[in-house]
């Protein structure tokens, strides 16, 4: 059970968009449609953005989507704003009732 | 929407357990369909699972932990535990206890974490 690919950092400015990219294998993001996103602010709990794949939870912005293609699934942030910055993790399940987590990625917005 | 507390010791022995406790309140351990599960993260590295126990009591854990991890919980005070056995300095982490619902497979709400350092 390997952790899912993450780029380490990704930055973007006021207004613009960014994708983070999560390349699993055909034994997790290949298999299931059963991605989810985390936003952390370090010290706080982190906050589920989407599941299953593309779908928001109550409360989350519409300008977080999430798609995924073959082994490898995608969030999406469109017109980032400040608050925005924090990391963020992709988790698959990975079957027989396991999980991996990627190795999350830091949002900076300049 | 479920409230997760974790408890515990911040300082632990190499070679000796770890033990941690998640109190719930907003929801019941014994309810489901929910996966009580804790995850991890080591400094400067990415999130970990670490296993779960079911609302029916039965439980899985992460083949690399699965030697040394008992998750269990406690009906009675709405709480499940972690304890992570014959502990080294890799195990230095912040440890988060959250819950995913069974349907989605996703975690929904989670505990804002507890830093437990291995150092003797």
């Known amino acids: 059970q390997s952790a899912l690919t993450q780029p380490a950092s990704v930055s973007g400015s006021p207004g613009q968009s960014i994708t983070i990219p999560c390349i699993g294998t055909?034994?997790?993001?290949?298999?299931?449609?059963?991605v989810s996103w985390y936003q952390h602010h370090p010290g706080k709990a982190p906050k589920l953005m989407i599941y299953e794949g593309s779908k928001r939870p109550s409360g989350v912005s519409n300008r977080f989507s999430g798609s995924r293609s073959d082994n490898t699934a995608s969030l999406t942030i469109s017109g980032l704003q400040a608050e925005d910055e924090a990391d963020y993790y992709c988790?698959?399940?990975?079957?027989?009732?396991?999980?991996?987590f990627g190795g999350g990625t830091k949002l900076t917005v300049v | 929407q479920v409230q997760l507390q974790e408890s515990g010791p911040g300082l632990v022995k190499p070679s000796e357990t770890l033990s941690l406790t998640c109190t719930v309140s907003g929801g019941s351990v014994s309810s489901g369909p929910y996966y009580w599960s804790w995850i991890r993260q080591p400094p400067g590295k990415g999130l970990e699972w670490i296993g779960y126990i079911y609302y029916s009591g039965s439980t899985n854990y992460n083949p690399s932990l699965e030697s040394r991890v008992t998750i269990l919980a406690d009906t009675s005070k709405n709480q499940f535990s972690l304890r992570l056995r014959s502990v080294t300095a890799a195990d230095t982490a912040v440890y988060f206890c959250?819950?995913?619902?069974?349907?989605?497979?996703?975690?929904?709400?989670w505990g804002q974490g507890t830093l437990v350092t291995v150092s003797s």
């Open positions: 055909s034994r997790d993001v290949g298999s299931y449609n059963l």
């Open positions: 988790c698959s399940y990975a079957g027989s009732s396991t999980w991996v």
């Open positions: 959250a819950s995913a619902y069974a349907r989605s497979l996703s975690f929904d709400d």
